[in-house]
């Protein structure tokens, strides 16, 4: 039975970043894990396996990721917050139950510790390799939030932003960790329960016959019923019209359906977007990171300042939607854009669309220790000559 | 009665979503008795409807949960079970039927069939079985007799069928039973039976599928089919179900399988309770 | 199969009474399967001759007296088109 009081450990803790990722579910009210083991993601699930029957939720290994994700979306129709984690085989596995978490509007969560692919690649290296699968994975027109943690502190504080903005949208978010993240022990701190933003999905005010699962308030977003509360509705992966009724064949109800999905997350962008800009006021010269590459980018921008080259970092902590127009303004007041991703170009692609003329340096790193502070400055120096 | 709303008058026109009749469903398919069955039992068994929850898959009888006027889910094809699991896991209150087809169930959905057997998740799964995957326009299938035609076999079937009253026994189901869509009275019954009993249950219906699967094979109408039914159709309740194969001369149907045991939410009730106790023992 | 007519008889079978029936057929839903008419223990029901909207021919009643409302043709319909309902009687027009 459900007890809430064992869910939030308050206090400092040193743990791991796949750790502080469960505890930081359990903090958002999540109840239901369902998972498949996978390095370097199982930390997550193990976790969850003892914690989830302390504080009476769900924990069910599953038979594969597809199952897993298919769980998710059926314990999230049951009311319960839920969530998974995976690394990029098993994220590759989810992708079509993913649009059709994205089509039914269902929030939850799915982590994904990235490691190096293509396929079983390596499991237990790093990597940044999963940013475009994030974005475009499943087939269809949608979008998708994506959060990049780089430190143990904010696995923990972006699981739990992660599923507020499940909740307030009714779509899937991705937290989108690497390897790194996932297996570095830090210091963090969790602090008590009530300093704890916890957002949970609005619910319908009409009257149970009235209701149309699938029609939208004013911010797009449709109040949420669940499953035994009496609205007795219909759900479906199909194209469908308010009432969740089955329209195939019908461009205009297709084409409200996608628009008001991707709309959902575009028009809202502004709201979800975040990240960290570090002494980018008279920087001529700017690092755009995410993730662990973001660490030496901070160090190598200190570092930098230090011997006169004027450096900045713009720290995505929102992937997707892209922060377009963050990511703009630093290219007009910069001569030049450094991306550090481990990865061979897929992030970057992103900031030279947004940053037009202004010349973006990729630094790519595959399957070896992360970047150095020193090849970061090396890069911003030949940048700015 | 005014004919107009003569619909209205049917005794289980209350369960359907009466606006979206009527189905997408062939003159003579099955999938239309295989819910009026449904329909039946949960009127017999009057349950309260805010409590049930109807999953399908993908393929002709996947619209079914659509048609039922509780709550439903459509899901991903072959994802049903693992769906429902999800649902029932997290609110045992519900009663969680998933209905869909052989296709969806022991095909692109076979892994998840068995794991929510062996775990004996309690969820209720109905299968129309109609030997070929008749939305997509009749191709072969998991339980596609040897030598059959269809659109992907155009040299007759070379590969061997499922046995899914076996495959669920040995999986691990606490209630095997199969019927034919002639059997309506037994089918209703095994359905009350299944929605009584706790752990994972699975029902197989025979079902014609008069326009693709049957018309290819020269079955004749779906009269004709449902008549083969009759002939062949032989009752055997307890009978091994490894042995419960389909020929051409004969249909063994029949509760095959009706066993205790815990189901998985149970133990994983169980446990917490336990769990939760060594703690508070613990703190005190 | 015991022949019919050494089938025996219950002792109180002419206090028993056969319910009537009342057929009700939707002719429009109906896709014309045939089963109603086919597997009417019965065969109170016969194929209609005429059309209905989606092209087929629905049942009809063929003799009402025959049905003993055991409910088959209403389970076994794929298309909720018909059922049936017991027949009140009228008293004022026999007159008891």
Redesign the interface.
């Given at each position: 039975m459900v007890d809430e009081s064992r869910a939030v450990l308050t206090g400092t803790h040193f743990m791991s970043g796949d750790l502080a990722c469960a505890e930081g579910a359990l903090a958002a009210g999540c109840q239901f894990f369902g998972g498949y083991p996978i390095t370097p993601a199982t930390e997550i699930s193990e976790r969850m396996s003892r914690r989830l029957v302390e504080v009476g939720g769900v924990f069910v290994q599953m038979e594969d990721e597809i199952g897993s994700i298919a769980a998710v979306i059926g314990a999230s129709y049951a009311g319960k917050k839920a969530m998974t984690a995976t690394s990029g085989p098993g994220f590759s596995l989810m992708q079509e139950n993913i649009g059709l978490a994205v089509m039914t509007e269902t929030p939850l969560v799915i982590v994904n510790i990235m490691r190096g692919g293509p396929s079983t690649g390596q499991p237990t290296m790093p990597g940044q390799q999963d940013v475009m699968q994030a974005r475009w994975g499943s087939h269809g027109d949608y979008e998708i939030i994506a959060l990049a943690p780089s430190s143990v502190q904010e696995m923990f504080n972006l699981t739990i932003e992660c599923f507020n903005l499940a909740e307030t949208y009714r779509v899937p978010v991705i937290l989108l960790a690497d390897e790194i993240i996932g297996h570095m022990w830090e210091r963090v701190k969790i602090p008590p329960a009530e300093e704890i933003n916890v957002v949970s999905r609005k619910k319908p005010k009409t009257p149970t016959a009235e209701y149309q699962p699938f029609k939208p308030d004013k911010d797009l977003v449709p109040p949420m019923a669940c499953f035994g509360e009496g609205y007795r509705f219909h759900a479906t992966g199909l194209t469908h019209d308010e009432k969740g009724a089955p329209e195939t064949v019908s461009a205009e109800v297709q084409t409200e359906l996608v628009k008001r999905l991707a709309d959902k997350i575009r028009k809202n962008a502004e709201k979800i977007v975040k990240a960290q800009r570090v002494m980018l006021e008279d920087a001529d010269v700017a690092v755009i990171a995410y993730g662990i590459p973001s660490r030496a980018a901070l160090s190598a921008v200190r570092e930098a300042r230090k011997k006169g080259i004027k450096a900045g970092l713009l720290r995505l902590v929102t992937i997707w939607p892209f922060p377009q127009e963050l990511v703009s303004d630093v290219a007009k007041q910069v001569k030049a854009i450094v991306v550090p991703e481990m990865n061979y170009g897929q992030l970057v692609r992103e900031v030279e669309r947004a940053a037009k003329t202004t010349p973006v340096i990729l630094l790519s790193k595959l399957g070896e220790e992360p970047h150095r502070p020193s090849e970061i400055i090396e890069a911003m120096r030949r940048a700015v000559k | 009665?005014s004919?107009s709303n003569?619909?209205m008058?049917?005794?289980?026109?209350k369960y359907?979503?009466q606006?979206?009749?009527?189905?997408i469903?062939?003159?003579?398919?099955?999938?239309?008795?295989l819910?009026?069955?449904f329909l039946?039992a949960i009127n017999e068994l009057n349950v309260d409807?805010?409590?049930i929850?109807v999953?399908s898959g993908i393929g002709c009888i996947g619209?079914v949960?659509?048609y039922i006027?509780?709550?439903?889910?459509?899901?991903?094809h072959?994802?049903a079970i693992?769906?429902?699991?999800?649902?029932?896991?997290?609110?045992p209150?519900?009663e969680v039927v998933v209905i869909s087809g052989d296709g969806d169930l022991f095909a692109i959905g076979g892994?998840?069939f068995i794991?929510a057997a062996r775990r004996n998740v309690d969820i209720k799964v109905i299968c129309a079985n109609n030997f070929n995957y008749g939305m997509t326009g009749g191709q072969y299938g998991p339980t596609t007799p040897l030598d059959a035609w269809t659109t992907t076999t155009p040299y007759g079937n070379i590969e061997h069928p499922f046995n899914l009253a076996h495959l669920a026994a040995a999986a691990g189901a606490v209630y095997v039973a199969r019927w034919t869509?002639?059997h309506?009275?037994r089918l209703?019954a095994s359905i009350i039976k299944a929605l009584q009993k706790e752990g994972f249950s699975f029902i197989e219906m025979i079902s014609p599928c008069?326009e693709i699967f049957d018309r290819y094979n020269k079955m004749g109408?779906?009269?004709d089919v449902?008549?083969w039914f009759r002939l062949v159709s032989q009752v055997r309740h307890g009978c091994d179900p490894a042995k419960a194969e389909i020929t051409e001369n004969e249909i063994l149907v029949g509760e095959f399988v009706d066993i205790e045991k815990p189901s998985?939410g149970r133990l994983?009730r169980e446990?917490?309770?336990r769990?939760?106790d060594k703690?508070k023992r613990e703190e005190s | 199969m015991v022949p019919r007519k050494l089938w025996r008889r219950p002792l109180d079978s002419e206090q028993i009474k056969l319910p009537k029936a009342e057929i009700h057929i939707i002719p429009d839903l109906c896709k014309g399967c045939d089963f109603c008419i086919e597997f009417c223990p019965r065969k109170a029901l016969e194929e209609s001759d005429k059309l209905n909207k989606r092209g087929v021919y629905p049942p009809k009643v063929a003799d009402e007296s025959k049905c003993t409302l055991c409910g088959f043709c209403t389970a076994i319909c794929p298309d909720f088109a018909i059922f049936t309902t017991e027949k009140k009687e009228e008293t004022s027009r026999n007159g008891r």
């Open positions: - | 009665m004919e003569l619909m008058h049917h005794y289980l026109a359907l979503r606006e979206r009749m009527p189905h469903w062939c003159e003579g398919c099955g999938n239309g008795i819910l009026n069955c039946q409807l805010n409590k929850v999953v619209r949960s659509g006027n509780v709550d439903s889910f459509h899901t991903t072959g994802r693992a769906f429902a699991t999800g649902v029932k896991l997290a609110n209150e519900l892994n998840h794991h869509s002639l309506v009275r209703k008069p109408t779906a009269v449902m008549k998985y994983l446990m917490t309770s769990v939760q703690l | -």
